[in-house]
């Protein structure tokens, strides 16, 4: 088996969050990230069942057929638990797995939580986002900068617990001596770029517990919307490297002091100049006008949001589950929401199929009542209760 050189791993509750939903397994061989959904308490209770499954059945057998196993397990503990529990319902995880063995690791992935690759100063993103947002930008719908801003960014299309079996992505990565393995939560990709990642990363190569505190501390400085949660793990001995897919590469850092800029490093000194005189002569007609602009400006706005106001469309909440808003699918500086959820459906997205979604969530603009009629008919065709 792969000697493994250094593991680390951590997790933090974020700025907004009043609980952490997140867990994870650092127990080599074994490694896990799952990012639970469902509410604060439920949320917590489906990622904490699915990692005690994985930490229970151990990592006996090996290759991708044992990593599907391990999470289909802990798929069955969190469906069985939201289908006996009332205060459970509609409870799920994300779960992603890696599983070290001789001259390979084996990961299984469901959900928007990550595995990365850092390899030769490259970071290579191995895992497919199961999302909302990632299936549009994949069907070419959204570009990757308009997906950054999307509302409903944290949607995710497959989870653990909401149905008795999940379909999980497998596939075998061949390692070499140096690789290093990163798990994570979306609370770390959402708020902190790639090439952040693998600055952070190689500022503190030598030390993991220390790159788990940068990138944290990265995530939280971007805003900390979610928990975070890392885990490493490099390969001290192993195989041949394989291809490489979706890298991001950094140029040599020259130093840390030079790289490490502080709020008030890089800014350029401002040349103060004496004010202009104000001019002394005045059009009065040419205010008179600008005030009738204005005014008009003023009210065609006005109208405009009126309008959008009494607009609706259907999406879904970051549990998961369907919902019709009213209002327009934007947020603005400071996340600020241009809308507000008016019916929150008990249908969840991952129980609707890629083409449905597709056609449910293109936010075109509804009447209140057409809204909920086109989520009530999928709600009757599925049985959400």
């Not at 994300?94 to 939580?113: F, N, P, Q, R, Y």
């Not at 949660?229 to 840390?256: H, K, Q, S, W």
């Not at 979604?357 to 603009?365: I, P, S, V, W």
Request: hydrophobic share 40%.
């Amino acid at each position: 088996m792969n000697r493994l050189a250094q593991v680390a791993s951590l997790t933090d509750t974020g700025r907004r969050r009043r609980h952490n939903e997140d867990a994870y397994v650092c127990e080599p061989p074994l490694f896990a990230v799952a990012d639970g959904m469902g509410g604060a308490q439920a949320g917590e209770l489906a990622s904490n069942l699915a990692a005690a499954a994985l930490r229970d059945e151990g990592s006996r057998g090996g290759g991708e057929e044992r990593v599907d196993e391990l999470i289909q397990e802990a798929n069955r503990r969190v469906y069985e638990r939201q289908t006996q529990d009332s205060s459970a319902t509609g409870m799920g995880t994300t779960m992603t797995v890696a599983l070290v063995e001789d001259g390979h690791v084996a990961i299984g992935h469901v959900g928007d939580s990550r595995a990365y690759l850092i390899r030769d100063r490259r970071l290579e993103q191995l895992t497919e986002d199961h999302s909302l947002v990632a299936e549009l930008v994949r069907s070419g719908k959204l570009s990757p900068e308009e997906a950054e801003g999307h509302p409903q960014r944290s949607v995710i299309t497959r989870a653990l617990g909401t149905d008795p079996d999940v379909d999980v992505d497998t596939f075998s990565v061949e390692t070499k001596p140096g690789d290093l393995f990163l798990l994570c939560s979306d609370g770390l990709t959402a708020m902190v770029d790639d090439e952040t990642i693998l600055r952070e990363v190689e500022r503190n190569r030598e030390d993991l517990t220390a790159a788990s505190k940068a990138l944290v501390k990265a995530a939280n400085k971007g805003g900390g919307d979610d928990n975070i949660t890392v885990v490493f793990f490099e390969i001290g001995a192993g195989g041949e490297t394989g291809d490489t897919a979706r890298t991001v590469t950094l140029p040599p850092i020259e130093g840390d002091d030079e790289a490490t800029l502080d709020e008030h490093d890089g800014v350029p000194a401002v040349r103060v100049e004496e004010p202009a005189r104000p001019r002394e002569r005045h059009t009065g007609r040419g205010v008179l006008f600008a005030l009738l602009a204005l005014v008009l400006l003023v009210g065609i706005c006005g109208f405009a949001a009126w309008g959008l106001w009494r607009s609706h469309f259907v999406g879904a909440e970051p549990d998961g589950h369907v919902a019709v808003y009213q209002g327009v699918p934007w947020n603005i500086v400071g996340n600020v929401k241009l809308y507000r959820a008016v019916y929150v459906s008990p249908l969840l997205t991952a129980q609707l199929s890629q083409a449905e979604r597709k056609k449910l969530f293109d936010h075109t603009l509804r009447s209140d009542g057409s809204a909920r009629a086109v989520v009530r008919r999928y709600e009757e065709q599925i049985g959400a209760k």
